[in-house]
Each structure stands twice: as C-alpha cells, then as structure tokens.
C-alpha cells in the first residue's frame, strides 16, 4: 500500500479511498494495525534532542571565534592575560546571545508537537476502544465531535455535518462546514456536529506534520555574521600585508622570534575586531528597545539587521492586508424591499448573543446603519444547522406574523418560488460575479401567510474579510523603500487577481500548481517576477521564500498561522501579525502588536538607521586600523 498526499483524496470517491488503503468501513484489526504500525510508524512527530551543554559550545566553533581564539592563545603564550581575559568575556557574551536566541527558536517545534497530546475513539477488531492516538495508522476508522483536536489527516464517511475551526493552521478566523467526502486536517477542533472519519495520513505525513518537519529544517542564513567576516576579511588583508612587509625587515635586522610574535599580537589584536559581535548585540538591542516603543516586539535581534537590507516583503493575506474579520459589504435586492430590507431581514434572522460569526458581522453592520428593529418582536428562532444551511425567525409585525430565512443561496433559492425565470437567471448571474470576488454570499427570504412553498426572495447578502483601510498607502509606502512586495494566499486565482487589483501591488499572479513541472532555474526565474501567488500550501509558501534566497534576495514574510510557520521561520525577516496564533508569534523574528502594516514600515526605516549605526562603527574601526599602527613604533624602535 501506498500513501498519497492528503490533498490527493479530495476528489476520490469514499469506495475508492477505502481500496486504496486497504480497508473498510468496519476498520482494521489489531494484527493489521500493528504491521501499518511498522510499515508508517507511529502518528507523532520524532524530536531530534540535542545536548545543550553541546549547543551551546559550538557557538565556540566557527570563522569568527577561531581568530578570536588565535589571538587568546597568541596573547597567553606573551603573557598578556588581561587581554586574554578580555577577549574570553566578550567571545561568552556572544557565545550566550547565540544559545539563547537557538532555544527560543526550539520553542516553536515544541508548541506544535504539545498539540497531538490527545486521545480518541477508534474501530479495532469491529469494536470501539479509546486509545492514544498515538496509535493510529492510514486506514483506521475514529469518531470526532464536539470539541475535539482532529489527530490525523481524515476524510468524513456517511452524511455528517460537521463545522470545523481551522485557525490554528490557516489563520482565518471563519469556520468551514464540511460534508461527506470532505476532508479535515490534523489539529483542526469540530465546533458543530459529529462523524466517523478515515483516516488517510497520519504523524509526519499530515498537513500539521508536514509543518513541523518544515518547522525543522527551516533555518535562514545569518546576514550578519557574513557581515562581520567580511569587515574582518578586510582588516585581516590590510594587517597581515603590513605585518609580512615589517617581519621581512625584522628578519633583515635578526630580530628575536618573541619580538616578532609580539608584534604579530599587536597586529592580530589591532585588526581582528574583538569587539564587534559584542557591539553589534548592544546595537542591535537598543535598536529592539526603540522598535517597541513603535509597537514591534522583536525576538531575534539579527532581524534587525536583516531587515535594513531586505529587498522583498511576501505578505500574507489573512490578518496583514486584510482584518481577519468577517463584515458584510454590501447588500444587493431582488424584490420591492430596497438594500437596506436585505439588511433588516437578515438581521431579524440573526441572534445578537450568539458566537455565530456571521450572525454576529449582520447584527453589527444593521446597528452602523442604524436600523430599527424595536417595532418587530421576533416570537422564535432556529440557529443555523449545517445539514440545513439556513438559519429562520418567526417575527411578528403590526400583530401579524411571518417567517423569515437566511442561508447558502441554493437552499434559499430552491424554497422560493419565481413569477419570471429571469429574475433567477439574474441571480445566478449575481451569484457567480460575487463569488469571484472571494465574497461568501448569503440569501434571505420571506413568508407572509402559510404557504410554505412561497417563500419570497428579499435579496443577497456579501460578507467578506475586507482590506485594511491603510492597507493600499502603506504597501505604497513599502514600495517607494525600495521593496518588492508580493502577494501569498491560498485562495484561487480571480480572489487573489482582485486582491491586488485592490491594493496595486501588480498584475502578475500565477497557481503554484502551474510551476510544478518547470525546471527549477525557469521556477526562480518566474518566482523572483511575478507580483503574487495562488492555490498555495505551506511548504509552496516556504519553497517560495528558498527561492528568492537562493537567487541572493533577503526575504521578508508576514503570517499569522500555523501554515505560515515554515516560511517564517525559513526567512531572515519574519513578522507575525498582532492575531497570530501562539506558533507563529515563536517562529517569527518580529511581532507586530497593533493591527496593520504601518508598523512593518517604520520597523524597516528604524532597522535601517539602526544598520547605520553599525556601518558608522565599522568604518570608524576600519579607518583607524588602517592611519594608525601601533606597530610603526616599534619599527623605528627596531631601527
């Protein structure tokens, strides 16, 4: 048996998926269940421990800390010990920054492995048992309901209604209702419904799984040691060249081996900059302190850094450019009642104190316009029911009574009956223009006496997460910084072309899906061109931020998911947005604690007077050891 991607059973019939996998709808037996066991391993994520005594000497082992601990052995065997101590004190501290900032960025793998701490009920041997799910495998048969963690990629059997959270994975805040055949992702939580699911993946190879794998390896390269081993590259070239030239002449004048090395000390001390991961850490620390005063709290100090040279900003859709809150836009009417009856009606078949989203974005949208419902008295109601898809109220007006009905457009339109064709034709018609705008559209109806087959259609209703009010001027703004800006989202293709119609980011959007088959040289080429990408998954999201590396860009990225934390932890500028999930706040280098991207802009202006500080140091160091040598005293003292 093999497996297949989650994503791959979408479109396979439940009968087929069964055969693929080997089983059926009475689940396995213990015996099967062991050998899948053996065969796929465990559902659980290994965690690669490391020794942290280990760790954190290696931040001993590298270009920089070998010419430091050149110079400390070169100074102990002169007996110069003050320097010796000076140069162990300052080579610590960075040694200390380095470990801390390498646990924290543990912490987000440990985040998400906390997550599969669960149990659930499964079929084995035709009986349900509740076991640690540790122990399911592909093929199994698990009930979910009310309340539960998703533990394995699964795929819904029967006719089972179900609404699903999926925020802690994709960031947006409206739950989906799925039906039979639909699939649901590990680490999703059921919010309505229960059913018997098949499960199709399980531990690593799990959307959630195949994020932490990506969580793992995600490792940008640090700009700023590179940094700091070219200025030291340079320094080194400009010394050793004057140091060879006066170890001639001192060799000329039979000069002693010790005074020769003392001068190779002098040399090694004035050019290597022992100082400088310690005066890049201060740098860089005050420079933290004055960006959360602007609202950033920043996590990994090289960010910085990185920052200041960043060429490209990928942003995520939900919770960046957009609010992550469901609002109605707009109200569109098919009868004699105008815009705002659609409103009111709809607002009549809503409840005020419940959690449901939508009910919540209509009765919010009816008191800004200011309706007025104190004249209806609504005798009952009926909360939305996924195996319905409506939601109805019984409301009494000038003491006579009628029913009125919001829900899917298709439901609503079927229990209505329509004097002209056209006007259903029309919408339709209204229906597909809305729906390739990213709108989720609702419809309303009413009932006026005790026909129940005369529903009459009031109208449509679009709901949408709307763009930030500042969203366009400062992509605008980030845009006149020299940056490209580039658009993820995982909604198909005419969403994500009005997206950035809206905003001007570009006209260049491609699928991922359409880059598969490329070579990868014509990948990169496309990626690093073209103004956004749609249809995407988290590893094309980290993919994408590889490519832009590998072609030399320092890459920012935005997210506030599960999803987005492989890119955010791959690229050297990673800001989670202020509503980010828990995991993607720890993967991110930056987080944002006001809405918006205003804040994102003057990170980047701050960052870059921050790298000016530096680049003033450097010069200023770079300027001295080259006009003043010690060394020239003791040539003349040669002489």
């Given amino acids: 048996m093999e497996l297949k991607k989650t994503s791959d059973y979408k479109d396979i019939s439940i ?107 499964i079929i084995r041997n035709q009986k349900w ?50 039906t039979k055949s639909g699939i649901i992702y590990s680490g999703s939580i059921i919010k309505y419904g229960e059913a018997q699911v098949l499960v199709l993946n399980t531990g690593t190879n799990t959307y959630f799984g195949k994020t932490i794998e990506l969580v793992k390896t995600a490792k940008p390269k640090s700009h700023q ?3 700091m081993l070219s200025v030291i590259k340079y320094m080194l070239f400009v010394s050793l060249t004057v140091l060879l030239l006066i170890i001639i002449y001192a060799f000329i004048l039979n000069t002693k081996l010790l005074d020769i090395l003392t001068i190779a000390l002098i040399f090694l001390l004035g050019s290597v900059p022992v100082a400088l991961p310690a005066v890049f850490a201060v740098v860089l620390s005050t420079g933290a302190i004055e960006l959360s005063k602007k609202g950033v709290i920043v996590s990994k100090l090289n960010a910085i850094e990185d920052a200041a040279s960043m060429d490209i900003l990928c942003l995520d859709k939900t919770g960046t450019i957009k609010q992550n809150k469901l609002s109605v836009i707009d109200s569109v009417s098919f009868s004699q009642y105008k815009k705002e009856g659609v409103i009111l009606f709809a607002g009549l078949a809503s409840e005020e104190s419940s959690k449901d989203l939508i009910d919540c974005a209509i009765i919010e949208y009816a008191k800004s316009i200011k309706l007025d419902f104190n004249s209806y008295k609504r005798i009952s109601f ?175 990225m935005t997210g506030d998911g599960v999803n987005d934390s492989p890119a955010l932890k791959q690229a050297e500028v990673s800001i ?14 930056m987080v944002l604690t006001q809405p918006g991207l205003s804040e994102i802009a003057d990170a980047i202006i701050t960052s870059r007077k921050i790298f000016q500080r530096m680049l003033t140091w450097v010069i200023n160091k770079i300027t001295k050891v080259i006009t003043y040598f010690p060394q020239v005293k003791i040539l003349f003292s040669l002489n």
Avoid at 394 to 415: C, D, H, M, T, W
Wanted: hydrophobic residues 40%; glycine residues 6%.
């Fill in 382 to 556: 009926t909360p939305f029911d996924p195996s319905t898809k409506k939601t109805e109220s019984i409301v009494e007006y000038n003491n006579k009574q009628f029913r009125v009905i919001k829900g899917a457009p298709q439901i609503i339109i079927s229990l209505c009956n329509f004097s002209d064709e056209k006007i259903k034709l029309a919408i339709n018609d209204k229906l597909v223009e809305l729906s390739k705008k990213g709108y989720r559209v609702l419809a309303v109806a009413i009932l006026e006496n005790e026909n129940f087959d005369n529903f009459q259609f009031v109208g449509l209703l679009t709901l949408a997460d709307p763009l930030r009010s500042d969203s366009k001027s400062i992509i605008e703004e980030i845009k006149n910084l020299g940056i490209k800006v580039k658009i993820l989202t995982g909604d198909n293709i005419e969403i994500a072309k009005e997206i950035v119609r809206q905003i001007s980011v570009g006209i260049e959007i491609i699928k991922m899906s359409d880059l598969e088959n490329l070579p990868e040289s014509e990948k990169a080429k496309i990626i690093e061109t073209c103004d956004g990408f749609a249809e995407i998954y988290p590893e094309d999201k980290y993919k994408i931020v590889k490519s832009l590396q590998s072609n030399g860009h320092i890459v920012g």
């Fill in 129 to 178: 048992v509740t076991t640690d799910i540790r122990e399911i495998v592909p093929g199994d048969i698990i009930s979910i309901g009310l309340g539960d963690i998703v533990p394995a990629d699964a795929k819904i059997l029967g006719d089972s209604n179900i609404t699903v959270d999926q925020s802690m994975l994709t960031g947006e805040s409206l739950p989906i209702d799925l």
């Fill in 15 to 121: 009968d087929k998926t069964l055969a693929l996998l080997e089983t059926s709808i009475t689940g396995l037996s213990d015996e099967e269940a062991k050998k899948r066991t053996v065969l796929f391993g465990y559902n659980e994520v290994k965690k690669q421990l490391r020794n942290p005594v280990i760790e954190f000497l290696s931040n001993y082992w590298g270009p920089m800390p070998w010419l430091l601990e050149l110079t400390m052995l070169l100074s102990g065997f002169l007996g110069h010990y003050t320097e010796l101590i000076i140069i162990f004190v300052l080579l610590t501290i960075n040694a200390v920054i380095g470990f801390i900032n390498n646990r924290k960025s543990l912490k987000a793998l440990e985040f998400l492995e906390k997550k599969l701490l669960i149990t659930t009920k």
């Fill in 225 to 227: 040691e590179q940094i």
């Fill in 576 to 589: 989670a947005v202020s509503n980010s999930t828990d995991i993607a706040k720890i993967s991110a280098s």
